[in-house]
C-alpha cells in the first residue's frame, strides 16, 4: 500500500487469526533473491530443539564485528544528549556486521502498569519467567541454546504497558525457532525451580540500574505523585527486585507463582497479542507455519482480569482491545506540581527538567503537534532558547519533547519534558531559564492566537524532511524492524491497519488547533513540576553513610532526620552538603533507590511572573529569542549519480549463477559469479569458482530482465546464444558478490553441515581507490552501487604528531572537540534536522570528522567544519582563541569537561573495561591525570598547547556514497587548500603518534589488578579476565571469533541462568591496536571478585570435556555459523562505510576483511581449536598426545592473563568483600593509576612492538 517506502522492497500481509492474534508477515524479497526459499523439514530438528553497555573504550575494538551477543538489557544509562556522561571517546569502529537473518516479534499488550500491588514488578518478572522452558521444549536453555548454536539471538523488555518478545534467527533454522516461540504464549512452564533463579536476575537488572541518576529521578516523581500503588498505576515500581516481588508478597500471605500464573492467564491472551514474522520465504509460506504454530494461542483470558479490556470490532481489521489505562486520569495529582525537586546526583551533574502532564498524544498521530513544539522549544540554531543561554553561559544543551517509552507515554497520559544542563553558574540562575523558556512560549502564543499565525514554512520544512527521510531511510536489520513494527501493534499506539509502516515517520497534516491547545491549555507555568540534579547539593554518596546510621528504607519519604543531632555525619567533609542541609533542612530518602531528595513549593511571585513570561507577546527587544531561520540544508538533488559506462549497474551484478559450457564432448554446469557490467559492449565478467574471470556478450536487453522475471532459476543466454546461464541466487541490496551452486551442497550450508562457499573477490571498482596520495594527504573514494540512495559519508583523521605528547596535549585534544562542537551547534542543528550529521572526537593519533547524509549540501557543511578546526593552527597565546569561539565558552566547556572526567568510571563495569584497556595501552592518559591538568589549563596555554599538537599533521580521507570521482577530487581540493594555507602536513609516517600494547608475560598465575569503585556506594562488582593472543594475524583472528562463539551460550547458562552469578556474563574477542585478545566479564551485585574469577577459571577448566567431545557435526555448526556471519550483508552504507574506515585508521587496509577471514575459517579444524584453547584459555598444563587424554594439575605457563577486579560496596551479600581501602589522602583516581603503573612495572613494561 502507499505506506510502503519507495525504496523498501519487501513485501507484506496482515492477517488475523481465528483466536485473535493480529499478524504482520513480511516476505524479505531481497534475502528471497538470494535464493529460491529454504524448504526446511522443522521435523528434521527434533535433535537440536534440545541442543551486555554502551562504547568501546578507546583504541580497542571486537576483533570482527557479528560475533557478540548477549541478553542484557542497557535500560539504565542516563540519556545521550547529556554532555556529564563518562563516554571519553567515540571508538567509530565497532558497528553491527549488517546480519540479514530471519526474525520475528511478539508485543503482549500488558506491561508494569498491570502490576498488583502486592507484588510491583510482575510483568518484568514474567517476562524473564517465559524464557524457562515450556511444556514442548522444557529444558530452561533449550531455546537460548538452539538460537546461539545457529547464529541466532534473543531479547525481551517490558514498559509501561505491553512486554515485548523478539528474535533472529539464520534463515533455514526460522520455522524450528518460531515454534519454540510460540510455546512462550501457549505453555510455559513456569516451573518454581526457576524463581529464585529469576528473582535474582530481575534484583540484578535492578542493581545495574540502581545508580543510574535517570533512574532515580523517575523513581523520585512517581513517588511524590501523589499516587499510590494501590491507587493508580503511576505508583507501581515496574523494575521489581527482591524486596517486591519475594519478601512483600511473603509478608502479605501472596503465593508469588499464584500471582504470576494468574496474571499471566489475565494477559496473555491472542487478541491482546500482535505477532511480526519477517523470512525469506513466500507470504504464503509464512503464512501457513504461523497459523500452524500459533493457532493455539488462548483467544481470550482465563482469569477475570483486575483491569479489564474491552474487544471493539472484533475479528475487522478495525479490531482493537481498548486499554483500560485510558479512563485513570492524569498520574500527577495537581498538589504535587508547581514545586521543585532537588536531588543528589550520583554523577558530578547540573539538570534542569520541566515536565508538564497532558492527555495521550498518539491520538494526533497524523499532525504530531508534540513534535512539532519540540521542534521549536528545543531549537538549538540562532534565536533558539539554548543559544540564548549560552550566551550567558547558563546552559550548554537541552532537549524537549515527549519520550515514546518509560513513564513518559502511555495511553494515560504524557509528559512533555525541557531538559536543560546547566553550568554554575546556570544553576544560580535556573529560574531565568525556566522564564526564557516562558518568553518562548509566548512568542508560540502570540503567532497562535488571532490573525497571527506560525509561518506556513515551518511545518513544511518538517514535513519535506520527515518524507525525504522515510522514503530513502535505510534497511534496519531484521531484528531491529520487527521489534520496531510490533511496538506500533501495541494497543496504545493505536495506529490504522494500513499506516502501520509509515505512520510513526511521516508528518501528513498541520494541526494549529492542537498546537495552540498545548500552549495555552498544557504547557504553562501553574501546571509545571520542576526537578533539580545537581552535584551543588554534594553528590549521593555524600548521603550513604547517614542511611547506614540506622535508617530503614521500608518507609516511603522517609527523612534522615532521626532527632539525634547526627546531622552533621552527612557529607561532614563537603561544605555543599552542609550549606545544603542548612538551607533545605534534612533530605527525603526515597525508599527503593536511597536517593536523597528536597521538595520545596514555588512561590506565587515566581509563578505570576513565569505567567507574564508566557503570555501571548513577542519578546522583548533585549531578547535575542526568536523563531528559527529557514534550512539551508534541505537537500534539493536527490538524484543518483551515473556510474562509468564501462562499469555500470545491471540487474545481474553479484548474483551467483550456472553456466552450461562445453567441455570436450560433454556439456556442464559451472557456478561463476556475475562482476561487472559494460554497457557499451553490453558484456558481464564473471567469475569461475577458480577464479577465473571470462567476458560474455549478454544476448538480452536491459527491459527483459525485471525484477519479476528475474528470479532464482531465471534463464537466459550468452555469447549470441551459444551458452545458457541459469540464475541461481541474487544479491541483496548492500551485498556483495555472491556464490552459490544451486544443488544439495546449499542445502548442507544451511543446515550447517557444509561450509558455504566464498564469493569470488571483488573487483577494485567495488572497493575505496587510493586516488590522492601526496604532500602528507591520503583520499579513498567509492562510488556506491549498493544501497542507490542519494547519500554520502565523508570520514577525515587528521594524525597529530604531537596529540598524545603529554597528558596536557590529551586534555587539550578533549577540550577542543567540545569547543568546537559547542562553536558549530547552531549550523550543525539545522543541518541534523536535514538528515546530515556531523561528529568529531579526539584520539590518542589526532582528531576524527565524521560527516554523512544526503549528499546534496554535504561538502556544504564539511567546510564549514574543516574550516573552524584548523582556525586553531598557528595561533599563538597573543592571539587568542579563534573567532569562532564566542566569549565565556572556554570556561563554560571546561566545566564541562571536568564534570565529564569527574564522572568517568562510576560504573563498575565500565572501570574494569577502563582499567584492562590502560593496562594494556601504556600511553593512554586517565580521566584522573587529565582532570589534573584541566585544573591549571588557561586560555593561553590551550591556544599554545593546540598549535603545538597540529603544527605537523598528516591526513587520510574517506569519501564514500552517491558521489563521483570528480566529486571526491573536488573534495580533496577543498581540503588540501585549506591544510596547505593553514600550515601543510609535514608528518611522515615514520612520526606517527605511537601506540604501543603491553605484552603480558606468560605466567602460570593470572596477573591480578583489584581496585575499589570510584563511587563509593556503588552497588556492584565487576570482574574481566583477559587472554592475550598476540599480534594480529588472520588466522589467530578467527580462531578467537570461533572460541568465543563456541564458549558464550554455555558460560552463560553456566554462570548467569544455573549458578545466579550475576545480570551480565559473557565473552568476546578483543584487537586492541593491533594485538589480539578475549576476554570474561561478570557483573554481580552479590559474588566476590575471588568467587567470580575463580568460577570463571572452574568454567574453562571444566568446559575443555565438551569441546573433546563436542562432534564433528557440531563443531562445523559452529564453523559455518561463524562464516556466514562473516560473509552477510551491510544493512546501510554507514556499516559498509565504518568497515573500511577501520580498515583505514588501524593501518590494515583489508577492504574484503569479512571475505579473507572466511577463507581462514574454512582451513581451521576442532584439533587446532582445542590446541588453541589449550594454549590460551585452559587453566591446566596438557599432558598426553592425543586430544581426549586429561590435564596435569601443573597450571598453564603458556597464557597471557590478566584479571582485573573493580569490587563495588554492596554489603547484602558477598560483592564487596575484598574491596581496597580507599585512603583518605589519596584520590580514588590517583590510586588506581598507580594500580595500573604498578602493573606496567610487574610486567617490566614489555610492549608487542610497532604492529602496523
Not at 569537561?897 to 600511553?923: E, F, M, Q, T, W
Request: with cysteine; glycine share 6%.
Amino acid at each position: 500500500n502507499d505506506s510502503r517506502s519507495p525504496v523498501d522492497k519487501k513485501l507484506y500481509r496482515q492477517i488475523l487469526l481465528p483466536n485473535g492474534l493480529r499478524v504482520i508477515l513480511i516476505c524479505d524479497t531481497l534475502a528471497m533473491h538470494q535464493e529460491k526459499f529454504f524448504d526446511d523439514d522443522s521435523d528434521d530438528d527434533d535433535d537440536d530443539s534440545d541442543g551486555e553497555d554502551g562504547d568501546e573504550p578507546e583504541g580497542e575494538s571486537k576483533a570482527t564485528a557479528g560475533t557478540g551477543k548477549g541478553k542484557d538489557a542497557d535500560g539504565g544509562d542516563d540519556s545521550a544528549g547529556d554532555d556529564d556522561g563518562d563516554d571519553d571517546d567515540d571508538d567509530d569502529g565497532d558497528e553491527e556486521d549488517g546480519l540479514r537473518d530471519a526474525a520475528a516479534a511478539m508485543v503482549v499488550g500488558v506491561g508494569s502498569m498491570y502490576d498488583p500491588p502486592e507484588a510491583q514488578g510482575l510483568a518484568h518478572f514474567l517476562e524473564h519467567m517465559l524464557f524457562m522452558g515450556t511444556k514442548k521444549y522444557p529444558e530452561d536453555n533449550a531455546y537460548d541454546a538452539f538460537l546461539s548454536k545457529h547464529g541466532g539471538s534473543d531479547n525481551a523488555f517490558t514498559e509501561n504497558e505491553y512486554t515485548l518478545y523478539h528474535l533472529c534467527i539464520q534463515q533455514e533454522k526460522l520455522f524450528p525457532a518460531l515454534d519454540m516461540f510460540a510455546q512462550f504464549f501457549i505453555a510455559p512452564l513456569m516451573s518454581q525451580d526457576a524463581v529464585e533463579r529469576e528473582m535474582n536476575a530481575v534484583e540484578s537488572e535492578f542493581q545495574e540500574v540502581k545508580n543510574s541518576d535517570q533512574c532515580r529521578l523517575q523513581q523520585i516523581m512517581i513517588q511524590t505523585s501523589g499516587r499510590k500503588p494501590e491507587d493508580h498505576p503511576f505508583g507501581i515500581f515496574g523494575w521489581g527486585d527482591l524486596k517486591s516481588l519475594r519478601d512483600a508478597p511473603k509478608e502479605k500471605g501472596v503465593d508469588i507463582m499464584d500471582v504470576l500464573r494468574n496474571f499471566y492467564d489475565q494477559y496473555y491472551f491472542a487478541s491482546n497479542m500482535s505477532l511480526v514474522v519477517m523470512g525469506a520465504y513466500p507470504l504464503d509460506k509464512l503464512e501457513a507455519e504461523v497459523v500452524k504454530m500459533f493457532s493455539d494461542i488462548p483467544s481470550s483470558p482465563r482469569e477475570k482480569q483486575v483491569w479489564p479490556m474491552v474487544l471493539k470490532n472484533e475479528k475487522t481489521w478495525e479490531q482493537v482491545l481498548e486499554s483500560p489505562m485510558t479512563t485513570i486520569g492524569l498520574p500527577m495529582v495537581d498538589e504535587s506540581l508547581r514545586k521543585v525537586y532537588r536531588m543528589a546526583p550520583v554523577r558530578d551533574r547540573h539538570t534542569l527538567s520541566l515536565t508538564w502532564q497532558m492527555p495521550e498524544q498518539i491520538q494526533h498521530w497524523r499532525s504530531r503537534p508534540c513534535d512539532y513544539l519540540s521542534h521549536l522549544l528545543g531549537h538549538e540554531s540562532e534565536g533558539s532558547i539554548l543559544s540564548a543561554m549560552k550566551k550567558k553561559a547558563w546552559a550548554t544543551a537541552c532537549y524537549v519533547g515527549v519520550g515514546d517509552q518509560g513513564i513518559e507515554f502511555a495511553s494515560s497520559h504524557s509528559l512533555f519534558t525541557a531538559t536543560f544542563s546547566l553550568s554554575e553558574e546556570g544553576m544560580d540562575h535556573w529560574q531565568e531559564v525556566v522564564e526564557a523558556f516562558f518568553v518562548y512560549v509566548g512568542m508560540l502564543r502570540h503567532y497562535c492566537s488571532g490573525t497571527s499565525k506560525l509561518p506556513e514554512w515551518i511545518f513544511e520544512e518538517l514535513r519535506l524532511t520527515h518524507a525525504m527521510t522515510y522514503r530513502f531511510s535505510d534497511e534496519q536489520s531484521p531484528e531491529t524492524y520487527v521489534e520496531t513494527i510490533a511496538e506500533r501493534l501495541s494497543p496504545h499506539f493505536r495506529l490504522p491497519a494500513d499506516r502501520v509502516l509509515d505512520g510513526h515517520d511521516l508528518l501528513f497534516e498541520h494541526n494549529a488547533d492542537a498546537v495552540k491547545d498545548l500552549l495555552d491549555n498544557f504547557i504553562t507555568p501553574d501546571k509545571m513540576r520542576v526537578d533539580i540534579l545537581s552535584s551543588s547539593f554534594g553528590r549521593a554518596a555524600d548521603y550513604e553513610a547517614k542511611k547506614d546510621d540506622g535508617n530503614t528504607e521500608d518507609e516511603p519519604n522517609e527523612t534522615t532526620d532521626d532527632g539525634d543531632g547526627d546531622d552533621e555525619k552527612i557529607g561532614e567533609e563537603n561544605p555543599d552538603v552542609q550549606a545544603t542541609i542548612a538551607k533545605y533542612g534534612p533530605p527525603t530518602v526515597e525508599p527503593i533507590f536511597g536517593a536523597s531528595y528536597w521538595e520545596e513549593a514555588i512561590d506565587d511571585d515566581t509563578i505570576q511572573k513565569w505567567k507574564q513570561s508566557s503570555n501571548a507577546q513577542l519578546p522583548p527587544d533585549e531578547s535575542s529569542i526568536k523563531l528559527p531561520p529557514k534550512n539551508p540544508f534541505v537537500p534539493e538533488k536527490l538524484e543518483l549519480k551515473p556510474l562509468p559506462p564501462d562499469d555500470a549497474d545491471h540487474p545481474l551484478l553479484n548474483a551467483s549463477i550456472k553456466l552450461c559450457i562445453s567441455i570436450g564432448k560433454k556439456k556442464s554446469w559451472l557456478p561463476a559469479t556475475v562482476m561487472k557490467y559494460n554497457g557499451p559492449k553490453k558484456s558481464l565478467l564473471c567469475s569461475y569458482e577458480g577464479e577465473d574471470e571470462q567476458w560474455h556478450l549478454l544476448d538480452q536487453e536491459l527491459s527483459d530482465l525485471t525484477p519479476e522475471k528475474l528470479i532464482p532459476g531465471f534463464e537466459g543466454t550468452f555469447d549470441n546464444k551459444a551458452i545458457k546461464y541459469r540464475v541461481v541466487a541474487l544479491a541483496k541490496d548492500g551485498e556483495g558478490a555472491v556464490m552459490k551452486f544451486g544443488d544439495e551442497t546449499d542445502y548442507d550450508v544451511e543446515e550447517g553441515s557444509a561450509f558455504p562457499p566464498i564469493p569470488p573477490p571483488q573487483q577494485p571498482s567495488r572497493l575505496p581507490k587510493l586516488f590522492y596520495n601526496q604532500d602528507g594527504i591520503k583520499m579513498w573514494h567509492l562510488q556506491d552501487r549498493k544501497f542507490k540512495r542519494p547519500i554520502a559519508e565523508l570520514r577525515t583523521r587528521l594524525i597529530c604528531g604531537n596529540a598524545n605528547k603529554t597528558p596536557l596535549h590529551s586534555t587539550c585534544s578533549d577540550l577542543f572537540v567540545n569547543l568546537v562542537s559547542d562553536a558549530m551547534t547552531e549550523i550543525a542543528y539545522l543541518a541534523s534536522v536535514s538528515e546530515l550529521g556531523s561528529s568529531y572526537y579526539g584520539s590518542d593519533v589526532g582528531i576524527t570528522i565524521r560527516v554523512n547524509g544526503f549528499d546534496d549540501k554535504l561538502l556544504t557543511l564539511y567546510k564549514t567544519l574543516l574550516e573552524a578546526i584548523l582556525s586553531f593552527r598557528g595561533r599563538s597565546a597573543a592571539d587568542g582563541l579563534p573567532p569562532c569561539i564566542k566569549p565565556g565558552r572556554f570556561d563554560a566547556l571546561s566545566e564541562v569537561l571536568k564534570r565529564r572526567y569527574a564522572n568517568a568510571g562510576l560504573k563498575a563495569s565500565r572501570l574494569s573495561s577502563d582499567i584492562r584497556v590502560r593496562c594494556l595501552r601504556p600511553g593512554s592518559r586517565s580521566s584522573h591525570v587529565k582532570s589534573l591538568a584541566l585544573e591549571t589549563l588557561t586560555e593561553e596555554v590551550f591556544v599554545t598547547t593546540m598549535a603545538d599538537m597540529m603544527k605537523s599533521v598528516s591526513v587520510e580521507i574517506l569519501y564514500h556514497g552517491n558521489v563521483t570521482l570528480d566529486d571526491a577530487k573536488e573534495a580533496c581540493t577543498l581540503i588540501s587548500d585549506q591544510i596547505k594555507t593553514t600550515g601543510g602536513t609535514g608528518l611522515s609516517k615514520k612520526k606517527y603518534p605511537t601506540e604501543y600494547v603491553a605484552q603480558i608475560p606468560r605466567n602460570a598465575e593470572p596477573y591480578l589488578v583489584v581496585a575499589p569503585t570510584i563511587d563509593p556506594a556503588a552497588p556492584n562488582t565487576s570482574v574481566e579476565m583477559y587472554f592475550q593472543v598476540g599480534k594480529d594475524d588472520i588466522n589467530d583472528r578467527v580462531m578467537t571469533d570461533l572460541l568465543t562463539h563456541m564458549l558464550y551460550e554455555p558460560l552463560y547458562k553456566q554462570l548467569r541462568t544455573d549458578d545466579q552469578f550475576g545480570y551480565t556474563v559473557g565473552c568476546d574477542s578483543r584487537w586492541t591496536n593491533g594485538i589480539m585478545g578475549m576476554y570474561f566479564y561478570v557483573v554481580s551485585s552479590y559474588k566476590s571478585a575471588t568467587q567470580i574469577t575463580d568460577r570463571i577459571e572452574r568454567f574453562l577448566s571444566e568446559h575443555r570435556k565438551e569441546l573433546v567431545e563436542m562432534s564433528d557435526a557440531t563443531f562445523m555448526e559452529h564453523l559455518v555459523g561463524v562464516a556466514k556471519q562473516k560473509l552477510d550483508m551491510f544493512n546501510s552504507l554507514s556499516e559498509e562505510c565504518s568497515s573500511y574506515w577501520t580498515e583505514i585508521r588501524d593501518f590494515r587496509y583489508e577492504w574484503q576483511v569479512h571475505r579473507d577471514e572466511a577463507l581462514a575459517l574454512r582451513a581451521v579444524t576442532k584439533s587446532k581449536a582445542l590446541e588453541c584453547y589449550d594454549k590460551w584459555l585452559y587453566p591446566w598444563k596438557v599432558t598426553g598426545s592425543t586430544e581426549t587424554e586429561g590435564a596435569s594439575q601443573i597450571r598453564n605457563p603458556n597464557r597471557r592473563c590478566l584479571v582485573v577486579q573493580v569490587i563495588g560496596a554492596n554489603e547484602e551479600g558477598d560483592a564487596a568483600i575484598g574491596r581496597p581501602e580507599v585512603k583518605d589522602d589519596l584520590p580514588v583516581g590517583e590510586q588506581i593509576d598507580q594500580l595500573i603503573n604498578d602493573f606496567h612495572t610487574e610486567v617490566a613494561k614489555q610492549t608487542w612492538g610497532k604492529v602496523y
